[in-house]
């Protein structure tokens, strides 16, 4: 059975993170970041938030999130490369893609207790 609370719960973490990921990437780089770089940031969070929010992969819910969020992340990650065309940027947004991952799976499975789906 689909369990929407999960999806919802999930996806809003995902927003969140992308919001969180924005403002930190506006003080750790250089140059501002454009509105598109914004949305995609954006986006992508709320993509690896929506993809945890329907994922029926069995186990645990912290290997989940790192799974997912590398997995989905992975497009920003080479996009961000050609945004930003720096190497340091590549590597640390393939890592903040584990780690927000990790984070939405935690306000998901753990705060909100919104477990996934068994068969």
């Known amino acids: 059975m689909f369990k929407s609370k999960r999806l919802i719960i999930a996806t ?4 969140i993170t992308g919001i ?5 990437g506006r003080y750790g780089l ?3 970041l454009s509105t598109t770089m914004f949305l995609y940031i954006l986006f992508n969070r709320a993509l690896i938030g929506f993809v945890i929010g329907i994922s029926i992969i ?8 790192m799974l997912i969020g590398f997995i989905v992340g992975i497009p920003f990650s080479i996009g ?3 945004e930003q065309n720096n190497n340091e940027v590549f590597f640390a947004s393939v890592l903040l ?3 927000y991952g990790f984070i939405i799976e935690l306000f998901t499975s753990i705060v909100f207790k919104a477990k996934a789906v068994s068969n």
């Not at 809003?12 to 927003?15: E, P």
């Not at 969180?20 to 930190?24: Q, T």
């Not at 069995?58 to 999130?65: D, E, T």
């Open 58 to 65: 069995r186990m645990h819910w912290s290997l989940h999130g």
């Open 30 to 32: 250089k140059d501002d």
């Open 20 to 24: 969180i990921c924005y403002i930190g």
């Open 97 to 99: 893609n584990v780690v």
């Open 12 to 15: 809003i973490f995902g927003f």
């Open 80 to 82: 961000s490369l050609f």
